[in-house]
C-alpha cells in the first residue's frame, strides 16, 4: 500500500526562523513527489519533483528529493507570519493516483 | 485559476439522506479525483476517474459512490448519509492525459452530517 509520512506533525517558530519539513514515501512506480500550501480553504501548488538531487527553488522555499532514500525536504527560510499553514506533501504514484501525507501544521509567530 | 468548480460548498444533512457533489471542470482534464479531508489525516483519496464512464475507488470509498458521464463532471454520492462522513471534500484534476503533472483543486464542500 502507498503511503506518505511527514515530520514533524505540527511545528512553531517565530519570524526569522528557517525550517526544514520531511516527507518519506512508499510509493508503487513513483513519478513524481509534490509539495502544497494549504490555508484556509484549497492546496495551492508549490513544487514538483521528478529527478533526485535538483533543487527547486522559489523565494524563500526550496525543496530537494532523493529517490534513493525515498525523502523529500521542503525548506523556508527567514519565515514570516504569512508562512502559517499546512504543508502538503503528496507522490503521485502508479495509475496517476496522488497520495498525501498528513501534513506538517506550521505556525509562524510574531 | 484551474476552472475548477464544486457545489454545494456547505450542505448540512441528516444521517441516512443521500447527498450529492458536484464537480465541474472547464479545462478539459483527464483526471479527476475525489478526496476527503480530517484532521489529523491529510487528504485521502475516495475514488477517481480516469475517463468518461472509467473511474476507481480509492482508499476510503466505502460508502461512497461515482459517475462520471461527461468529461467535465465528476459527481460523487453519499447513498445514505452518516456522521462519520462529516468532511470537508475536495475535488481535483491534473491538467494533462496521463502525463506527470500538478494536482488542481477545486475550492473544497463542507458537508455536515446530523
Known amino acids: 500500500e502507498d503511503k506518505v509520512v511527514q515530520s514533524p506533525l505540527s511545528l512553531v517558530v517565530h519570524e526569522g526562523d528557517t525550517v526544514t519539513l520531511n516527507c518519506s514515501y512508499e510509493?508503487?512506480?513513483?513519478?513524481?513527489l509534490l509539495w502544497y500550501k494549504q490555508e484556509k480553504k484549497a492546496p495551492t501548488f508549490l513544487f514538483m519533483l521528478?529527478?533526485?538531487?535538483i533543487e527547486k527553488k522559489s523565494g524563500r522555499l526550496s525543496s530537494i528529493l532523493d529517490k534513493k532514500e525515498l525523502f523529500s525536504i521542503l525548506n523556508i527560510t527567514a519565515t514570516q507570519t504569512g508562512d502559517s499553514a499546512v504543508y502538503l506533501c503528496?507522490?503521485?504514484?502508479?495509475?496517476?493516483?496522488?497520495?498525501f501525507g498528513p501534513g506538517t501544521r506550521l505556525s509562524v509567530l510574531p | 485559476d484551474a476552472g475548477i468548480t464544486q457545489s454545494p460548498r456547505h450542505k448540512v444533512t441528516e444521517t441516512g439522506t443521500p447527498v450529492t457533489l458536484r464537480c465541474h471542470q472547464t479545462e478539459n482534464h483527464r483526471y479527476m479525483y475525489w478526496y476527503r479531508q480530517d484532521p489529523g489525516h491529510g487528504l485521502r483519496l475516495i475514488h477517481y476517474s480516469y475517463g468518461v464512464k472509467d473511474t476507481d475507488k480509492g482508499e476510503v470509498s466505502d460508502g461512497y459512490s461515482v459517475s462520471r458521464s461527461k468529461t467535465e463532471d465528476f459527481l460523487l454520492t453519499l447513498e445514505s448519509a452518516t456522521s462519520s462522513q462529516t468532511s470537508v471534500y475536495f475535488c481535483a484534476a491534473t491538467p494533462a492525459g496521463g502525463n506527470t503533472g500538478e494536482l488542481f483543486f477545486g475550492e473544497g464542500s463542507r458537508l455536515t452530517v446530523l
Open positions: 521528478t529527478s533526485s538531487g
Open positions: 503528496a507522490v503521485e504514484g502508479y495509475g496517476q493516483n496522488f497520495v
Open positions: 510509493v508503487t512506480n513513483f513519478r513524481s
